[in-house]
C-alpha cells in the first residue's frame, strides 16, 4: 500500500512539473486563431527604410492594424488568420500597395493562415518632388511667405514657408496634377503663376522620381 501510494505521489509531481514548464511556453507563442504578416521594407535604392508606416486593411471589416518599420526596414503585424487583407505603405505622403502600385484595386488580396507568418516585401518608388522661389516685383527673394498646394483631383495639400531665399521644398508627395498658391507676410495673395484666382491658376503635374519646380514673382501692388 505504501508503494502504490509513493508511485502515485511521484506521478503527480512529474504532472505538475511539466504542467509547470509548458505554461510559459504557450503564453509566449502567437495566439491560435491569429496569423502575422511581417516583411521588409527598402528605399528605392535597396537600402532599409525605417520609420515607414505599414498599414494592413481587413477589406471584409474595414479594420486597419498599423506598424512601424524599425531601423532595419523590417515590420511583423498580428491579425486574425482567415480574413482577406490588403497591405500598404505609407511614406511622407506617398502611399503604395503591395505589390507595388498605387491603385488600391491592383493590390493583392492577402489570407494568413492561424499560426502561420506570410511574408510581404516591398520596394519604395521614388516620391514627387515640389519646389520653388517666390521673388518680388524687383526679382529679390520673398522671406517668411506662406506656400500652399492643392492637388485638383483629391483635395489634398500642404504648407510650408519659403526661406531667406524665397524658396520652398516639398517632399515625398503622391503624384497628380497641383496648383499653388502664395501668401506673403503682408497679406499679399496670389496663385501661381500670376494669378489673383484659383480659376486662373496654371496646373503642374507632380511625377513619381521627378522635381516640379513652381516658381513666381508677385504681381505688382
Do not use: C
Amino acid at each position: 500500500m505504501r508503494r502504490r501510494q509513493v508511485i502515485t505521489a511521484t506521478l503527480a509531481a512529474a504532472f505538475v512539473a511539466t504542467t509547470a514548464f509548458a505554461a510559459p511556453a504557450q503564453a509566449a507563442g502567437t495566439d491560435v486563431d491569429n496569423g502575422t504578416i511581417a516583411g521588409r521594407v527598402v528605399t528605392p535604392a535597396g537600402r532599409p527604410a525605417a520609420g515607414v508606416k505599414v498599414t494592413v486593411d481587413d477589406i471584409d471589416t474595414a479594420r486597419p492594424f498599423t506598424a512601424t518599420t524599425a531601423a532595419d526596414g523590417r515590420y511583423a503585424i498580428e491579425v486574425p488568420a482567415g480574413d482577406a487583407y490588403v497591405v500598404s505603405f505609407t511614406d511622407g505622403h506617398l502611399q503604395q500597395y503591395s505589390p507595388r502600385t498605387l491603385d488600391f484595386a491592383q493590390a493583392t488580396v492577402h489570407t494568413v493562415r492561424e499560426g502561420r507568418t506570410l511574408r510581404v516585401s516591398e520596394r519604395l518608388f521614388h516620391a514627387a518632388t515640389l519646389t520653388g522661389r517666390l521673388t518680388d516685383e524687383t526679382g529679390a527673394p520673398v522671406a517668411g511667405a506662406s506656400v500652399d498646394f492643392v492637388n485638383i483631383e483629391n483635395a489634398f495639400g500642404l504648407t510650408t514657408t519659403t526661406g531667406a531665399d524665397g524658396r520652398y521644398r516639398f517632399s515625398k508627395l503622391a503624384p497628380g496634377p497641383v496648383k499653388v498658391h502664395f501668401r506673403t507676410a503682408g497679406g499679399r495673395s496670389q496663385w501661381a503663376h500670376q494669378a489673383a484666382s484659383y480659376e486662373e491658376a496654371d496646373v503642374a503635374t507632380l511625377k513619381l522620381g521627378r522635381v516640379t519646380a513652381v516658381s513666381d514673382s508677385l504681381l505688382a501692388p
